[in-house]
């Protein structure tokens, strides 16, 4: 079972920024797609960004696109979600997840994914 560790989460004030990192347990899945979710308080979790395999391939919500970038450098490292310009409504726990192969389809379907994070909380204050 691969436990997944994030890190970066805090407290900023709206149009600041902020970097996520997720490091899995085992270097075999640092190798396979990758995504962020978030949820808010009374609200289900979406889907924010994802990652191919190789890092050459990356997915975005339309609500974080252009103000957040998800990166990897290879499978020893974390995979990044940089977040700037962040606003009160990016509030949330934000969640890393990890499938078990080279797929990125569907990598927006929290469904497709087979072992996720604890979750770190983000908190944009207006």
């Known amino acids: 079972q691969v436990q997944l560790v994030e890190s970066g989460g805090g407290l900023v004030q709206a149009g600041g920024s902020l970097r996520l990192a997720c490091a899995p347990s085992?270097?075999?899945?640092?190798?396979?797609?990758m995504g962020w979710f978030r949820q808010a308080p009374g609200k289900e979790r979406e889907f924010v960004a994802a990652?191919?395999?190789?890092?050459?391939?990356?997915y975005y919500a339309d609500s974080v696109k252009g103000r957040f970038t998800i990166s990897r450098d290879n499978a020893a490292n974390p995979v990044y979600l940089q977040m700037n310009s962040l606003k009160p409504e990016d509030t949330a726990v934000y969640y890393c997840a990890v499938r078990d192969n080279y797929s990125d389809y569907d990598v927006r379907r929290i469904h497709e994914y087979n072992f996720w994070g604890q979750g770190t909380q983000v908190t944009v204050s207006s």
């Open positions: 990652i191919s395999w190789s890092g050459d391939n990356t």
């Open positions: 085992d270097r075999t899945f640092g190798s396979y797609p």
